[in-house]
């Protein structure tokens, strides 16, 4: 619900995109929560999209909210894996696998954005040891 109402209000069209992209994600992952736990006549959580009101003027700037998503992601993908460690069942096995799959590339993206934006400096990243070694040598 966070991401509806951050794309209510966000100033930046592709950030816009994104948090949109991410309703569409959470949607589909809740569902499949959701289908899990009737198929074991277990209660779905109550949802809450009658708490977000109608406003258009951001509370937060768009970094804040950027960040503030990127870091949800990035934890619901630990909590996936946690249940992923612990899961004795094929099945939910599977489904935490296919879950953590599509919210990692969207955490991925996110963090994209925020270097894009100069939010967040690049990763450190692994030499590239094959352009290295091709590097011309003077005797």
């Known amino acids: 619900m966070l991401e509806v109402g951050f794309s209510q209000v966000v100033q930046s069209k592709d950030i816009r995109k994104y948090f949109q992209r991410g309703v569409s994600l959470c949607k589909r992952q809740v569902n499949i929560i959701n289908n899990i736990l ?38 619901a993908m630990g909590f996936y894996g946690k249940g992923l460690s612990v899961a004795q069942r094929q099945d939910l096995a599977l489904q935490y696998v296919r879950l953590i799959t599509d919210i990692g590339k969207y955490a991925e993206d996110g963090a994209n954005l925020l270097i894009k934006y100069g939010w967040m400096e690049q990763p450190p990243m ?3 040891r094959t352009a290295l070694a091709k590097k011309e040598v003077i005797d």
């Open 38 to 75: 009737s198929e074991e006549n277990l209660p779905s959580p109550k949802r809450w999209e009658s708490e977000i009101s109608s406003s258009t003027i951001p509370p937060f700037s768009n970094k804040l909210m950027l960040y503030h998503i990127v870091v949800l992601v990035s934890a």
């Open 126 to 128: 692994a030499p590239d």
